[in-house]
């Protein structure tokens, strides 16, 4: 054995110790609501530290030291993961988190979601993100205390369906296949463009941005697409008002696109323009008409208008195509869609927020609180 293969072996040992450490910590005293997370969480770290004790015997699995250093890094990041995310949600369980758990809970009966609701852990970092693989969601610390950023949620719902993790599920097999034909169509389209471009001696970096674009709609933004407009199906009016507030407050250029590599998120004009095509779609025409009115407000502060390269990354044939897909797709799994005579306490409570804000800005914040009040005092820990 090397002396890279002895530091490896002592390296793995520790890091199956730290594994049975997190074992340890987690608690046995949850509320039931936490079974499957917990469940999940024991599976990994069992998995991880078995890992670990293989991985320190360099003679069971003999591979070229370059492999086993690329390996021990995957398997580093994947303990790092149940120890932020899974571990830090089952050990600073609060009620906050059980009253969004049951808010959540009661969004996906709404909704008729047809995967499992997931737990909600309110130490989300940054903002609202999901992990399918073990069915958390994470939210921001106060976020439970306010409304204009909770139809985020139904967002969030989404990305499950279109998880690798759910890939077997035959409720959402509609879904999943609805995407798939809609990144074969982005990529036929862009295959063309930049047939076209070649063909025309046109510079060769048009070519390579056309590139990046279909990488781009092929992973990150078909699903991010997808996710958005099942959102504004499952919730209405009240996720367009959420996504310019978000814009608002966090927002990059409405017009990005990806000048170098791939963007993690699609712009958020072309984002925009997904959800009121969608809202349009489903009768709320006059809402659409006035989002859209707010959002040009707003983008034109600080952009004028949109570089050229926008538009060729962002088609409207195929805005308009992923539209129309994915609002079949979220009625082919059986999901109820929000209408004009909005139906479900949750987003009818969603929509109210956003349209009391609007009609009385100077009282909507007396009008939250009491709110809050109600359905926090509805979902808290009985």
């Known amino acids: 054995m090397s002396a890279l293969d002895d530091y490896f072996a002592v390296s793995a040992n520790q890091l199956a110790a730290r594994g049975r450490v997190l074992l340890g910590k987690i608690p046995r005293d949850l509320s039931p609501h936490y079974g499957g997370l917990v469940t999940i969480t024991q599976d990994r770290l069992n998995r991880a530290i078995e890992g670990f004790l293989e991985f320190s015997n360099p003679s069971a699995r003999p591979l070229p030291e370059a492999v086993r250093q690329r390996q021990f890094r995957r398997m580093v990041e994947e303990l790092d993961l149940i120890e932020s995310t899974a571990l830090t949600a089952l050990n600073r369980a609060s009620d906050d988190d059980l009253i969004l758990t049951h808010l959540v809970t009661e969004i996906c009966r ?89 063909r025309g001696r046109s510079p060769e970096r048009l070519a390579t941005l056309l590139n990046r674009a279909e990488l781009a709609w092929a992973g990150p933004w078909g699903v991010e697409f997808f996710c958005d407009v099942f959102a504004t199906c499952t919730v209405g009016p009240a996720f367009a008002w959420s996504h310019l507030h978000l814009h608002s407050k966090r927002g990059a250029l409405a017009f990005s696109f990806p000048q170098t590599g791939s963007a993690s998120h699609p712009a958020d004009d072309a984002r ?111």
């Open 272 to 382: 925009m323009q997904i959800i009121v095509a969608t809202l349009d779609r489903l009768g709320f025409a006059a809402d659409a008409r006035t989002v859209a009115d707010r959002w040009a407000e707003l983008v034109q502060v600080s952009e004028p208008s949109a570089p050229p390269e926008f538009r060729r990354c962002y088609p409207p044939a195929l805005l308009k195509s992923c539209v129309a897909s994915a609002i079949e797709a979220t009625a082919a799994i059986g999901c109820d869609f929000a209408a004009p005579s909005m139906s479900g306490r949750i987003r009818r409570v969603l929509n109210d927020a956003w349209t009391e804000l609007w009609a009385q800005p100077t009282g909507y914040l007396n009008w939250e609180r009491g709110i809050v009040g109600d359905l926090r005092s509805a979902y808290s820990p009985k």
């Open 110 to 198: 709404e909704v008729k979601y047809p995967l499992l609701s997931p737990v909600v852990s309110a130490t989300s970092q940054r903002y609202f993100g999901i992990y399918p693989g073990y069915k958390l969601m994470m939210v921001p610390l106060t976020e439970g205390h306010f409304l204009l950023h909770l139809p985020d949620i139904y967002h969030e719902l989404a990305h499950p369906l279109l998880a690798p993790d759910n890939r077997n599920d035959p409720r959402i097999e509609p879904f999943r296949k609805a995407w798939f034909d809609m990144i074969e169509d982005t990529s036929l389209h862009f295959e063309s463009e930049i047939a076209t471009v070649r």
